[in-house]
Nanobody, 118 residues
Framework: QVQLVESGGGLVQAGGSLRLSCAAS????????MGWYRQAAGKQRELVAT???????NYAGSVKGRFTISRDNAKNMVYLQMNSLKPEDTAVYYC????????????WGQGTQVTVSS
């Protein structure tokens, strides 16, 4: 089992910045990829950014150039630095940990609300 706890959400004005943190614990050795997803009201959950054990990153087109994902393996932490925030970034942000064996298995945090005012 893997446990994920997010922090760092809040209310910010458009153009501002926030940094989300995700603390991972449990059987972390089984995890290959960590990431952030978000779900806006009335919409499906969508990928924001992922980072592999080899530090290969992937971003959604809507956040590329504004958001940066990073990890600190010594602290079992994953971060999402969000700059130049827009109202359309408003959503609940979820930390994700994925392992791939016979099939993909996902672990999720409880989510943290990010609200960007115009």
């Amino acid at each position: 089992q893997v446990q994920l706890v997010e922090s760092g959400g809040g209310l910010v004005q458009a153009g501002g910045s926030l940094r989300l943190s995700c603390a991972a614990s449990g059987n972390i050795r089984s995890i290959q990829t960590m990431g952030w997803y978000r779900q806006a009201a009335g919409k499906q959950r969508e990928l924001v950014a992922t980072i592999t054990n080899g530090d290969v990153t992937n971003y959604a087109g809507s956040v590329k150039g504004r958001f940066t994902i990073s990890r600190d393996n010594a602290k079992n932490m994953v971060y999402l630095q969000m700059n130049s925030l827009k109202p359309e970034d408003t959503a609940v942000y979820y930390c994700n940990a994925a392992k791939f064996s016979v099939a993909r298995y996902d672990y999720w945090g409880q989510g943290t609300q990010v609200t960007v005012s115009s």
